[in-house]
Protein backbone atom coordinates (compact mmCIF):
# COMPACT_ATOMS: atom_id res chain seq x y z
CA UNK A 1 0.00 0.00 0.00
CA UNK A 2 1.52 3.21 -1.25
CA UNK A 3 0.02 6.47 0.85
CA UNK A 4 0.30 10.11 0.43
CA UNK A 5 -0.23 12.50 3.85
CA UNK A 6 -0.88 15.72 2.86
CA UNK A 7 0.07 17.85 5.82
CA UNK A 8 -0.96 21.73 7.02
CA UNK A 9 -0.12 23.14 10.32
CA UNK A 10 -3.30 25.44 11.48
CA UNK A 11 -5.11 22.10 12.37
CA UNK A 12 -2.68 20.43 14.42
CA UNK A 13 -3.17 19.67 18.41
CA UNK A 14 -3.67 22.96 20.44
CA UNK A 15 -2.38 25.13 17.61
CA UNK A 16 -5.15 28.11 17.71
CA UNK A 17 -2.62 31.10 16.76
CA UNK A 18 -1.17 32.98 13.88
CA UNK A 19 1.94 33.00 16.03
CA UNK A 20 2.43 29.43 16.50
CA UNK A 21 2.64 29.20 12.63
CA UNK A 22 4.10 31.43 11.07
CA UNK A 23 8.02 31.42 10.76
CA UNK A 24 8.59 34.81 12.28
CA UNK A 25 6.77 34.68 15.45
CA UNK A 26 7.51 33.75 19.01
CA UNK A 27 5.29 30.86 19.43
CA UNK A 28 6.53 28.91 15.58
CA UNK A 29 9.15 26.97 17.32
CA UNK A 30 6.39 25.44 19.45
CA UNK A 31 3.56 25.39 16.61
CA UNK A 32 6.38 23.11 14.88
CA UNK A 33 6.52 20.50 17.61
CA UNK A 34 3.34 20.27 18.04
CA UNK A 35 2.72 20.01 14.17
CA UNK A 36 5.28 17.10 14.03
CA UNK A 37 4.00 15.03 16.67
CA UNK A 38 0.66 14.97 14.95
CA UNK A 39 2.32 14.02 11.79
CA UNK A 40 4.47 11.27 13.27
CA UNK A 41 1.38 9.85 14.87
CA UNK A 42 0.05 9.60 11.44
CA UNK A 43 3.03 7.72 9.92
CA UNK A 44 3.07 5.44 13.44
CA UNK A 45 -0.69 4.51 12.31
CA UNK A 46 -0.06 3.74 8.55
CA UNK A 47 2.95 2.03 9.33
CA UNK A 48 1.15 -0.59 11.73
CA UNK A 49 -1.80 -0.63 8.87
CA UNK A 50 1.23 -2.37 6.96
CA UNK A 51 1.42 1.04 4.43
CA UNK A 52 4.77 0.11 2.83
CA UNK A 53 5.35 3.99 0.84
CA UNK A 54 4.22 6.58 3.10
CA UNK A 55 4.98 9.67 1.41
CA UNK A 56 4.52 13.14 3.48
CA UNK A 57 4.21 15.89 2.33
CA UNK A 58 4.98 19.33 4.11
CA UNK A 59 2.52 21.76 2.73
CA UNK A 60 2.00 24.61 4.91
CA UNK A 61 3.55 28.22 3.98
CA UNK A 62 5.26 29.19 7.16
CA UNK A 63 7.09 32.43 5.23
CA UNK A 64 10.33 32.28 3.99
CA UNK A 65 12.58 29.76 3.56
CA UNK A 66 10.29 28.37 6.24
CA UNK A 67 7.48 27.54 3.72
CA UNK A 68 6.81 23.87 2.85
CA UNK A 69 9.56 23.00 5.66
CA UNK A 70 8.01 23.38 9.15
CA UNK A 71 8.32 19.37 10.30
CA UNK A 72 11.19 19.42 12.82
CA UNK A 73 13.59 16.78 10.66
CA UNK A 74 15.15 15.75 13.73
CA UNK A 75 12.01 14.41 15.38
CA UNK A 76 10.72 12.52 12.30
CA UNK A 77 9.21 9.42 12.10
CA UNK A 78 11.37 6.41 10.42
CA UNK A 79 9.54 4.37 7.81
CA UNK A 80 8.08 7.37 5.97
CA UNK A 81 9.53 9.99 3.20
CA UNK A 82 9.34 13.72 3.65
CA UNK A 83 8.76 15.99 0.99
CA UNK A 84 9.58 19.65 1.43
CA UNK A 85 9.68 22.91 -0.63
CA UNK A 86 6.61 21.94 -2.72
CA UNK A 87 3.84 24.77 -3.13
CA UNK A 88 0.38 23.25 -1.63
CA UNK A 89 -0.80 20.76 -3.81
CA UNK A 90 1.77 20.94 -6.25
CA UNK A 91 3.81 17.67 -6.02
CA UNK A 92 1.32 14.84 -7.21
CA UNK A 93 4.35 12.43 -8.18
CA UNK A 94 2.99 9.70 -6.35
CA UNK A 95 -0.84 10.07 -7.53
CA UNK A 96 0.57 10.39 -11.13
CA UNK A 97 2.12 7.07 -10.32
CA UNK A 98 -0.69 5.25 -8.35
CA UNK A 99 -1.43 5.76 -5.09
CA UNK A 100 -3.91 3.72 -2.54
CA UNK A 101 -4.95 6.99 -0.71
CA UNK A 102 -4.67 10.61 0.34
CA UNK A 103 -4.74 11.57 4.31
CA UNK A 104 -4.89 15.08 5.33
CA UNK A 105 -3.39 15.86 8.07
CA UNK A 106 -3.62 19.28 10.73
CA UNK A 107 -6.02 20.32 8.12
CA UNK A 108 -8.05 23.49 9.12
CA UNK A 109 -11.37 24.94 7.87
CA UNK A 110 -12.61 27.08 4.79
CA UNK A 111 -12.45 30.94 5.16
CA UNK A 112 -15.39 32.28 6.56
CA UNK A 113 -16.23 29.12 9.30
CA UNK A 114 -17.41 30.39 12.02
CA UNK A 115 -15.95 27.77 14.58
CA UNK A 116 -13.04 26.93 12.13
CA UNK A 117 -9.71 27.77 14.03
CA UNK A 118 -7.53 29.83 11.78
CA UNK A 119 -9.43 29.39 8.98
CA UNK A 120 -8.71 30.37 5.61
CA UNK A 121 -8.15 28.82 1.88
CA UNK A 122 -5.70 29.07 0.73
CA UNK A 123 -4.08 32.34 1.66
CA UNK A 124 -5.46 34.45 4.69
CA UNK A 125 -3.77 37.32 2.91
CA UNK A 126 -4.65 36.95 -0.66
CA UNK A 127 -7.85 34.57 -1.09
CA UNK A 128 -11.72 35.67 -0.19
CA UNK A 129 -13.14 32.50 -0.64
CA UNK A 130 -13.49 29.93 -3.24
CA UNK A 131 -16.49 27.86 -5.27
CA UNK A 132 -16.36 24.99 -7.33
CA UNK A 133 -18.93 24.30 -9.62
CA UNK A 134 -20.70 26.76 -7.90
CA UNK A 135 -20.85 25.40 -4.12
CA UNK A 136 -18.17 27.19 -1.38
CA UNK A 137 -15.45 25.02 -0.92
CA UNK A 138 -12.15 24.72 1.21
CA UNK A 139 -8.63 23.00 0.96
CA UNK A 140 -9.85 19.42 1.92
CA UNK A 141 -12.39 19.40 -1.34
CA UNK A 142 -9.13 21.09 -3.77
CA UNK A 143 -6.89 18.19 -2.67
CA UNK A 144 -9.81 15.86 -2.47
CA UNK A 145 -10.37 16.97 -6.38
CA UNK A 146 -6.64 16.90 -7.43
CA UNK A 147 -6.71 12.39 -5.53
CA UNK A 148 -9.91 12.18 -7.64
CA UNK A 149 -8.30 12.71 -10.64
CA UNK A 150 -5.50 10.77 -10.45
CA UNK A 151 -8.37 8.28 -9.33
CA UNK A 152 -6.97 8.39 -5.25
CA UNK A 153 -9.55 9.05 -2.91
CA UNK A 154 -8.82 10.91 0.38
CA UNK A 155 -10.07 8.83 3.05
CA UNK A 156 -8.89 10.65 6.13
CA UNK A 157 -9.20 14.32 7.42
CA UNK A 158 -7.39 15.03 11.24
CA UNK A 159 -7.46 18.99 12.66
CA UNK A 160 -10.35 21.21 14.15
CA UNK A 161 -14.03 19.53 14.25
CA UNK A 162 -15.28 22.05 11.50
CA UNK A 163 -12.41 20.88 9.32
CA UNK A 164 -13.90 17.49 9.53
CA UNK A 165 -16.76 18.34 8.98
CA UNK A 166 -16.43 20.09 5.92
CA UNK A 167 -14.72 16.89 4.24
CA UNK A 168 -17.43 15.17 5.10
CA UNK A 169 -19.87 17.30 4.13
CA UNK A 170 -18.18 17.61 0.40
CA UNK A 171 -16.59 14.25 0.06
CA UNK A 172 -19.25 12.09 1.93
CA UNK A 173 -19.36 10.62 5.70
CA UNK A 174 -17.14 7.87 4.65
CA UNK A 175 -14.35 9.87 4.98
CA UNK A 176 -12.78 9.24 8.42
CA UNK A 177 -12.05 11.86 11.09
CA UNK A 178 -9.53 12.69 13.71
CA UNK A 179 -10.79 15.77 15.65
CA UNK A 180 -7.99 17.20 18.10
CA UNK A 181 -9.92 20.55 18.80
CA UNK A 182 -13.29 21.96 18.50
CA UNK A 183 -13.33 25.74 17.90
CA UNK A 184 -15.51 28.04 19.65
CA UNK A 185 -14.18 30.99 17.21
CA UNK A 186 -11.17 31.53 15.18
CA UNK A 187 -8.26 32.00 17.53
CA UNK A 188 -10.43 29.98 20.23
CA UNK A 189 -10.74 26.07 21.45
CA UNK A 190 -11.46 23.52 23.35
CA UNK A 191 -8.38 21.39 22.65
CA UNK A 192 -6.89 17.43 23.44
CA UNK A 193 -3.79 17.19 24.67
CA UNK A 194 -1.34 16.79 22.40
CA UNK A 195 -0.33 13.04 23.66
CA UNK A 196 -4.31 11.81 23.42
CA UNK A 197 -4.54 13.55 19.65
CA UNK A 198 -1.64 11.20 18.88
CA UNK A 199 -3.21 8.43 19.81
CA UNK A 200 -6.66 9.61 18.01
CA UNK A 201 -4.65 10.00 15.10
CA UNK A 202 -2.67 7.37 15.09
CA UNK A 203 -5.75 4.63 15.77
CA UNK A 204 -8.19 6.22 13.41
CA UNK A 205 -5.77 6.12 10.73
CA UNK A 206 -4.36 2.54 11.46
CA UNK A 207 -8.23 1.40 11.31
CA UNK A 208 -9.23 3.52 8.07
CA UNK A 209 -6.41 1.83 6.48
CA UNK A 210 -6.76 -1.64 7.02
CA UNK A 211 -10.28 -1.03 5.84
CA UNK A 212 -10.11 -0.57 2.70
CA UNK A 213 -13.95 -1.53 1.66
CA UNK A 214 -15.03 1.66 4.48
CA UNK A 215 -13.02 4.43 2.20
CA UNK A 216 -15.38 6.85 0.24
CA UNK A 217 -14.83 7.00 -3.45
CA UNK A 218 -12.39 9.35 -5.38
CA UNK A 219 -14.43 12.45 -5.73
CA UNK A 220 -14.56 13.99 -9.14
CA UNK A 221 -16.61 16.64 -9.67
CA UNK A 222 -19.49 17.38 -12.60
CA UNK A 223 -17.70 18.29 -15.15
CA UNK A 224 -17.33 20.59 -17.29
CA UNK A 225 -15.61 21.88 -14.01
CA UNK A 226 -15.52 25.17 -13.05
CA UNK A 227 -13.02 26.64 -9.63
CA UNK A 228 -14.00 30.35 -9.05
CA UNK A 229 -11.96 32.08 -6.82
CA UNK A 230 -12.97 35.45 -5.48
CA UNK A 231 -9.57 37.20 -4.37
CA UNK A 232 -9.22 39.37 -1.50
CA UNK A 233 -8.78 42.91 -3.70
CA UNK A 234 -8.35 43.66 -7.22
CA UNK A 235 -4.50 44.07 -7.38
CA UNK A 236 -4.46 39.95 -6.34
CA UNK A 237 -5.98 39.08 -9.79
CA UNK A 238 -2.54 40.05 -11.64
CA UNK A 239 -0.97 36.83 -11.14
CA UNK A 240 -3.43 35.20 -13.60
CA UNK A 241 -3.07 37.51 -16.37
CA UNK A 242 -2.48 35.49 -19.40
CA UNK A 243 -2.38 32.34 -17.94
CA UNK A 244 -4.25 29.40 -20.40
CA UNK A 245 -7.49 27.99 -19.50
CA UNK A 246 -8.22 31.23 -16.54
CA UNK A 247 -9.84 34.12 -16.56
CA UNK A 248 -10.57 36.87 -14.56
CA UNK A 249 -14.46 37.74 -15.01
CA UNK A 250 -14.59 40.31 -12.57
CA UNK A 251 -12.85 42.99 -10.43
CA UNK A 252 -11.53 40.41 -7.65
CA UNK A 253 -13.18 37.40 -9.55
CA UNK A 254 -10.65 34.17 -11.38
CA UNK A 255 -12.28 31.56 -12.93
CA UNK A 256 -10.21 28.71 -13.89
CA UNK A 257 -12.24 25.82 -16.21
CA UNK A 258 -11.82 22.61 -17.62
CA UNK A 259 -12.87 18.85 -17.65
CA UNK A 260 -10.08 17.04 -15.56
CA UNK A 261 -9.74 18.96 -11.74
CA UNK A 262 -6.13 18.29 -11.99
CA UNK A 263 -6.03 20.49 -14.97
CA UNK A 264 -8.44 22.83 -13.62
CA UNK A 265 -5.79 23.28 -10.38
CA UNK A 266 -2.71 23.13 -12.25
CA UNK A 267 -3.67 25.90 -14.74
CA UNK A 268 -5.29 28.25 -12.22
CA UNK A 269 -2.23 27.72 -9.53
CA UNK A 270 0.99 25.96 -11.26
CA UNK A 271 1.38 27.04 -14.60
ZN1 LIG B 1 -1.11 26.16 6.55
Known amino acids: MRVVLLCDMEGSSCVTQW ?5 DAAQYAEGRRLYTQDVNAAVRGAKRAGAKEIIVVDGHGAGGAWSFNSLVKDMLEPGAEYVFGHRWGCYVEPLKAGCDAML ?15 CHTISSQS ?3 AFINGRP ?27 CREARAIIGPQVAAAPVKRGTMRYTARCLAPADSAALIENTVCQTLTNPHSWPKPLVFEAPMELRVEMSSPDKTR ?18 RGENFWRVWDQFWHQ
Do not use: C, Y
Not at 239 to 256: A, C, L, M, Q
Open 127 to 129: WHE
Open 137 to 163: IGESALAAGVAGAFDVPLVLVSGDEAA
Open 104 to 118: MIATHAMAGTSDGIL
Open 239 to 256: DFIGKPGVEITGPRTVVS
Open 19 to 23: DQVNS
